[in-house]
């Protein structure tokens, strides 16, 4: 498991947050939603919270969806000095009181001694079947949902897997504290015409944004928009599909800017590889179908280009803040909105109309979804 590292003291905030999420277990709610920012810091809160159960003899289990996110768990664990078996596809940690696993591989699994606290990162993802079953598995554990965007792709809200919601900072608070890097939001006329595309649910059918987004001159417009504005950054370019991510590093790299594709069913061994690559900066760019939205933690990430149009909050919330983590002579983020997502220039009037709004938007976040607050600032 490697030598314990020194854990980092909570932040003013964190420790509110901490404190207010256990104010909701003493008032008798057994199913807490917490709600933060991205990069405001919930792996550190919950993994203080992990170390609080353990040393009372709990017995905890965290999960989440991919296992890049569980590896990132599993560090911030031993952070704390906190000693925990992996639950993974053929590993069986034995009789561990901390565990951390992958919701797939725990939903399948009968061997594992009834946790007393559930921990659940990206928790917007609970609401699914493969998580619904496997809390309603154990009714008798407290359940700690955490996630910065606290609602569904379709918008609804998750009052059906939690019983009280306890919201952290808001965006702009954290920004003008230092806790995230300030932002440009720059919004190019769009090229991309989604009149045609079909709806699943509330969001746009993802293999009709691929026919109409990836398109040459498209992916051309936005690698002279990176070069133009954040040329040299360590980059994400956010894509419809996985021939879509890789048509941008074709034509990005054909144009002087080295860029790989990484998508949800790579290899692990690739996907691992390429993203390590990009943590140690020997690649500037990659370009991200279904990926890295969640859980990705590259503080010196310091743009995005978005080419994936969306009507859902969470996923423009969950893609911007990628870039709004501060890092050492990051000065601030750029955003480049190829599709409207935080605003929509209509060509023929010049007006701007809001869709999502720019990334510090204040939300008042509650159990049956989201309400957008007036906006006064605009960076």
């Known amino acids: 498991m490697g030598v314990p590292r020194m854990s980092p003291p909570l932040r003013d905030y964190q420790v509110e947050f901490k404190e207010a999420i256990a104010e909701q277990y003493r008032r008798g709610s057994r199913r807490v939603l917490g709600v933060s920012p991205t990069g405001s810091g919930k792996t550190t809160v919950f993994a203080s919270i992990c170390e609080g159960a353990a040393k009372k003899g709990k017995r905890v289990l965290l999960t989440a969806h991919r296992e890049q996110i569980c590896d990132q768990i599993s560090d911030r664990l031993l952070d704390y000095g906190i000693a925990h078996g992996n639950i993974r596809a053929g590993c069986y940690p034995g009789d561990q009181q901390v565990l951390v696993g992958m919701i797939q591989t725990l939903a399948r699994r009968k061997d ?92 746009l059918n993802q293999k009709d944004l691929q026919e109409v987004s990836d398109k040459a001159e498209i992916n051309g417009d936005a690698l002279q928009h990176y070069l133009r504005h954040c040329r040299g950054n360590k980059h994400i370019v956010f894509t419809t599909g996985t021939a879509h991510s890789q048509h941008v590093a074709e034509i990005w790299t054909a144009g002087g800017v080295p860029t790989k594709a990484i998508w949800g069913d790579m290899e692990d061994d690739e996907l691992d590889r390429t993203i390590q690559d990009f943590r140690d900066g020997k690649l500037l760019v990659i370009a ?88 006064t600032h605009l960076t």
């Open 112 to 203: 594992v001694a009834p946790p007393d606290l559930i921990i659940v990162d990206e928790a917007h993802l609970a609401p699914g079947p493969t998580y619904s079953r496997f809390l309603a598995s154990h009714p008798n554990a407290r359940h700690l949902l955490v996630t910065a965007t606290p609602c569904r792709t379709d918008g609804k809200g998750m009052g059906d897997v939690a019983d009280a919601l306890v919201n952290g900072p808001e965006v702009r608070w954290l920004i003008d504290r230092g806790f995230l890097s300030e932002f440009q939001l720059l919004v190019p006329p769009s090229k991309i015409d989604t009149s045609r595309c079909r709806r699943i649910g509330n969001d």
């Open 288 to 375: 991200a179908c279904d990926l890295i939205t969640e859980g990705f933690d590259v503080p010196d990430v310091g743009s995005v280009s978005l080419l994936r149009e969306t009507e859902s909050m969470r996923i423009y919330r969950q893609s911007v803040g990628r870039a709004l983590r501060p890092a050492a002579g990051k000065k601030r983020a750029v955003i480049l909105d190829h599709v409207g997502n935080s605003f929509m220039l209509n060509q023929q009037t010049g007006e701007m109309t809001m869709r999502h709004g720019p990334p510090d938007m204040p939300i008042e976040w509650s159990l049956d979804g989201e309400e957008p607050v007036s906006y």
